[in-house]
């Protein structure tokens, strides 16, 4: 890794992200000599403002980040590491020093399987058409997976590119339904798929 510390006080900003999930965990400082010692230790280290030393993160609570890349900004002026971490990042005991969960995010669809959920939580359903197949059961659940998966494949073999994608819209909203169903949510199925990565 090709890393400069360029400050005119010695110490630069060092922006920690969870290699997998893409949340900042942290910000700390680092000077040459923590930026060394993270380079051959392989768990991040920082200078200590208020201790004026070197501190690796996990050093008491055994909480490590595991470094996996380092990189200057345009700049040059601050870090972005990418760590794996061993437990939660925070003194407080908390993933993030943001007091945030440190899970994976799909943006959207995240938020649709929020949506999902809290409709199937309130149960209306002479107003919700989620809650309403929550209230029908299981059966119709993975009926509607299948009926919209044929879908799918029908549009496919035709031209109408809307159609299709319409189509995947609706297989993708009953599988999010289905999958909560069976208890589980996407990031299970993506830790699935991990697993099968070689």
């Not at 929020?114 to 919700?128: G, V, W, Y």
């Amino acid at each position: 890794m090709n890393v400069d510390i360029k400050s005119a006080h010695g110490l630069i900003p060092a922006i920690i992200q969870d290699s997998e999930t893409k949340n900042v965990l942290m910000l700390g400082y680092m000077n040459e000599e923590s930026l060394q010692k993270t380079l051959e230790t392989q768990k991040v280290t920082f200078f200590s403002r208020s201790k004026q030393r070197l501190w690796t993160k996990g050093e008491e609570s055994g909480n490590f980040l595991n470094l996996v890349s380092i990189k200057n900004d345009c700049d040059g002026d601050t870090l972005l590491i990418q760590a794996k971490p061993v437990g939660p990042t925070c003194h407080t005991g908390a993933d993030t020093c943001w007091q945030e969960e440190n899970k994976e995010n799909y943006g959207f669809i995240s938020q649709l399987e929020n949506t999902i959920k809290t409709r199937r939580e309130n149960a209306d359903s002479e107003k919700s058409y989620v809650a309403s197949l929550f209230e029908k059961g299981i059966n119709k659940i993975a009926q509607k997976v299948g009926e919209e998966a044929v879908e799918v494949v029908i549009e496919a073999k035709d031209d109408n590119d809307d159609l299709f994608l319409s189509e995947s819209a609706d297989l993708l909203f009953h599988y999010l339904i289905l999958l909560q169903a069976k208890g589980f949510q996407l990031n299970d199925v993506v830790d699935v798929l991990k697993k099968r990565q070689k």
